[in-house]
């Protein structure tokens, strides 16, 4: 159990373009999403906390109109790169939490690279 | 000062080692931590949970925590090149929606 799933894991767009990333708990149902970016031989670093049916809650620094979020279920959230630019390129990883201590469950990933 | 010190390495062990990966942190309010590895390219795989002090083991790894010096470690027996990962010390605090404060990783290659 305690599967959670990303799509696309890569993706490749334009400069302007926006992008949808879809994050997906296959097997529970999630109480908390969270959406991390992370850049080469870096750790994570935390953007935004979302629970189903409400605003997101973003981490300093991180522009919300920049980066949407919208948790539409228990088991579903997406991150949307608006106008996405060649900074915004890295990988994008969702976690999901379940369970009395809400431990966190990652998805495998999302590759973004903006041209 | 950061929240939680990790030693990026990186860090070249014979196959069959014992690795000892860890982390310090300053924040006593932490009470869960975790171990996380992650391959490169692939988001991070939970290892080990541990909710304040003591010891876990699941098969060949070992979690331990001493919340008087702030400070856990995870150890690997019996290594194998399949161990050659990203390994990552995580702790939040007691919450309703936990946050995770990540380490900076580990990286550990195990040669064959």
């Known amino acids: 159990g305690a599967v959670v799933s990303q799509h696309p894991s890569r993706v490749i767009c334009k400069s302007g373009t926006s992008v949808k990333i879809e994050c997906r708990s296959l097997?529970?149902?999630?109480?908390?999403m969270f959406w991390y970016r992370q850049f080469p031989k870096k750790s994570l670093m935390l953007m935004a906390t979302?629970?189903?049916?409400?605003?997101?809650?973003?981490e300093q620094g991180v522009e919300k109109d920049k980066f949407l979020i919208n948790h539409a279920s228990l088991t579903l959230s997406t991150l949307t790169v608006t106008s996405a630019h060649p900074e915004d390129s890295s990988f994008y990883i969702c976690?999901?939490?379940?369970?009395?201590?809400?431990?966190?469950?990652f998805g495998p990933g999302t590759r973004l690279t903006v041209l | 000062q950061k929240e939680v010190e990790q030693d990026p390495g990186p860090l070249s062990v014979p196959e069959g080692a014992i690795v000892s990966l860890n982390c310090t942190y300053s924040?006593?309010?932490?009470?869960?931590f975790m171990w996380y590895r992650q391959y490169s390219r692939k988001g991070p795989e939970l290892l080990m949970y541990?909710?304040?002090?003591g010891n876990k083991e699941d098969g060949r790894f070992t979690a331990q925590v001493d919340k008087s010096s702030k400070y856990i470690s995870l150890f690997i027996r019996d290594s194998q090149p399949s161990d050659s990962a990203t390994y990552l010390c995580?702790?939040?605090?007691?919450?309703?929606?936990?946050?995770?404060?990540f380490g900076s990783g580990t990286q550990l290659t195990v040669l064959p």
């Open positions: 979302s629970n189903e049916g409400s605003k997101a809650t973003y």
């Open positions: 097997d529970f149902q999630a109480t908390t």
């Open positions: 541990t909710y304040s002090s």
């Open positions: 976690s999901a939490s379940r369970g009395r201590h809400n431990e966190q469950f």
């Open positions: 924040n006593s309010a932490f009470q869960y």
């Open positions: 995580a702790m939040s605090s007691s919450g309703s929606a936990r946050q995770l404060t």
